[in-house]
């Protein structure tokens, strides 16, 4: 087996049929030249999934899910690519070369230090007499012994350096358990502590099952107890980020696709308790709002989120961000409410606890019925400054929502306000026109904060080779692979447009990446996504191999959705002929945009300049014109 990762994935391709892959998953039945499925990505009613033997491609018609053999086992095991290549390798036999990286090693060993951890934790609660008032309370939660052993709980008991000791007397090095965050040095420049001190210890897993990070809850008769917080959890390390990650989601989500959701608790102690009770499609937050990162991640398994709020303290709390995320995600979004004074832990350990849990679960309104409803709650019949004021409210938070690109986004927003025109009687034309003005106030507030921001003194540094600015909830990136542009949004100039077709153009021509990449940096693409995708392909070339759609997946394992959108690029690319006169014209239309910036920035200095400045500023404007053809 070759050791080069893009030569393993190619041999596991070709060992892996299309047809058979997908024959382990779904009844496929042959339709002259293919193949065709009901498809798993959407509700079904007649085989719309098409499978093509001989392009080894899946096409969905109906909700327009595609892609290869590989895409297919990630779509249906909810795993990235290289767990879908293992998955692959091991069905066909193919024992993969190792190709992890310093850094690979690096997380494996921190990886290993948590699972280390967990089981000393464990050891202190399950069997060390030190554990007994830990094993005492979760007792009285009526957490069973088998809940705390399938959660891995622990203790970690009072004394301030007992895992500090623990792992000296065992060589853990003290770096890798200061750098997860288990403990810190000392004041007095002398030792470690324990980070974790008289505390339930609850392990944090990421979706593969992995120990990532810690919550601690005080003991309540604990020293502690009056100067401490409750809950404690790991800080931001390699390994964990509380904003990312879901309590739970490791089990919950084979529930939750049993279920059709997956509902959002507030504590540790909820998601065991549902589990134990039979209810195991419960998740948790890390004592954060749920963010467009946590429901990111959720649309992985499921295409419904179901809020849990207790009556008297959930209110409206959460839920203008919750329609935030509803507006601008691929999901659906509802809210339940519990009883008043009651937890989902409270409620399912009563007599009839489990049967109304559920119930509450699977009558959840609607996330923008839910807002309405309690704005109405006090006014049956409104008037027309109330209606006007609700409308506003909700409108509001639809204007401050990320304008998500794309047909899906739009028609949400048409339903909203289709909702409001039944709702309050008000014309369509009305509401859209009220969206409008809302819409440009918002942006307008936005361009004054930014500049307010950039106004303020910056610190002296520079990203490092390759930073690309990146944040979860709000991403530039988002590449149209068409000249379609959604609804609404900006329309798409020359140089977008030129960026496009250089992408499109060399995913179906590697060769003239480096034809490219010797008259045009990767720094000039203003595409941040693209700029990404074209990034490696230079890189790809530079290091000797071929700048092919293989070796792009490879190298953007953390970004599925650009791989995603470079499939989308090259299919469209496919039409376009004489590729070398494409690449010429496109290149001299780079040249000359960049031509022109540099005038354009001369111009503009010599509105300010005196004149010897004007006079050098005047002989580097003619510098950047193009020279004059002879007669």
Not at 442 to 451: I, P, T, V
């Amino acid at each position: 087996m070759p050791s080069d990762p893009v030569e393993q994935t190619k041999q596991v391709k070709a060992a892996s049929d299309i047809v058979a892959v997908v024959g382990t998953y779904l009844a496929i039945k042959p339709a002259g030249k293919i193949f065709k499925a009901l498809c798993p990505f959407h509700q079904d009613s007649r085989p719309s999934l098409d499978i093509d033997p001989a392009r080894q491609r899946y096409k969905c018609w109906s909700c327009g899910a595609h892609g290869d053999v590989f895409a297919f086992v990630q779509h249906m095991e909810k795993v990235g690519f290289r767990e879908a290549r293992q998955i692959l390798a091991e069905r066909a036999g193919i024992k993969l070369e190792a190709t992890s990286t310093p850094q690979d090693h690096h997380r494996a060993k921190l990886l290993e230090v948590m699972r280390w951890a967990q089981a000393k934790y464990a050891h202190q609660l399950l069997e060390d007499p030190a554990g007994e008032a830990a094993r005492k309370y979760l007792g009285e939660r009526k957490l069973s012994g088998k809940t705390v052993r399938d959660f891995g709980l622990g203790f970690a008991p009072l004394k301030g350096d007992w895992l500090a000791r623990v792992a000296a007397a065992e060589s853990i090095p003290d770096e890798l358990l200061v750098e997860v965050g288990l403990i810190g040095p000392s004041q007095a420049g002398r030792g470690f502590y324990d980070r974790f001190r008289d505390r339930v210890m609850f392990p944090i897993k990421d979706v593969r099952g992995q120990v990532v990070g810690f919550g601690g809850r005080i003991m309540p008769n604990s020293p502690y107890a009056s100067r401490a917080p409750k809950y404690y959890n790991s800080a931001d390390t390699p390994l964990f980020k509380k904003s990312e990650l879901l309590y739970g989601l490791d089990v919950a989500r084979h529930g939750g696709a049993s279920a059709g959701y997956l509902a959002v608790v507030e504590g540790y102690t909820d998601v065991m308790m549902a589990h134990q009770c039979g209810v195991t499609q419960v998740v948790a937050t890390m004592g954060t709002a749920l963010n467009a990162t946590h429901v990111a991640h959720l649309r992985r398994y499921v295409p419904k989120v179901v809020l849990v709020y207790d009556a008297d303290a959930g209110g409206l709390t959460g839920v203008d961000r919750a329609l935030e995320i509803f507006v601008s995600q691929d999901v659906e979004l509802a809210v339940a409410t519990l009883p008043e004074g009651l937890d989902p832990c409270d409620l399912l350990v009563r007599p009839d606890g489990i049967d109304t849990f559920k119930r509450v679960l699977t009558s959840a309104a609607d996330a923008l019925d839910f807002k309405l409803n309690r704005l109405l709650e006090r006014d049956a019949t409104p008037s027309d400054e109330t209606k006007r004021r609700i409308v506003d409210e909700v409108l509001g938070v639809m204007a401050s929502a990320a304008m998500a690109p794309g047909a899906a986004a739009q028609l949400k927003r048409e339903l909203i306000v289709t909702r409001l025109h039944h709702r309050f009687g008000l014309r369509q034309e009305t509401i859209w026109a009220r969206f409008g003005e809302l819409r440009k106030a918002h942006e307008q507030r936005e361009r004054e904060r930014e500049q307010k921001e950039r106004a303020q003194p910056q610190p002296d540094q520079n990203p490092p080779a390759g930073f690309v600015e990146l944040t979860p909830e709000s991403r530039s990136d988002a590449v149209m692979p068409t000249t379609e542009q959604p609804r609404g949004g900006p329309k798409a100039g020359p140089a977008a447009a030129a960026e496009r077709q250089l992408v499109e153009l060399l995913l179906n021509d590697p060769g003239l990446v480096p034809v490219a990449a010797a008259q045009l940096t990767a720094e000039e693409i203003t595409h941040t996504g693209l700029r990404r995708i074209l990034t490696e392909l230079y890189s790809t070339h530079a290091a000797g191999s071929v700048a092919d759609l293989e070796a792009l997946r490879e190298r953007l394992t953390d970004r599925p959705d650009l791989y995603e959108t470079a499939l989308k690029l090259q299919f469209v690319g496919q039409h376009m002929q004489d590729r070398e006169e494409w690449l010429r014209r496109l290149l001299k239309r780079f040249a000359d945009m960049k031509t022109q910036a540099a005038a354009k920035a001369v111009k503009e200095q010599l509105a300010n300049a005196n004149e010897e400045q004007a006079v050098e500023l005047l002989r580097k404007l003619q510098q950047t014109q193009p020279p004059r053809r002879s007669a």
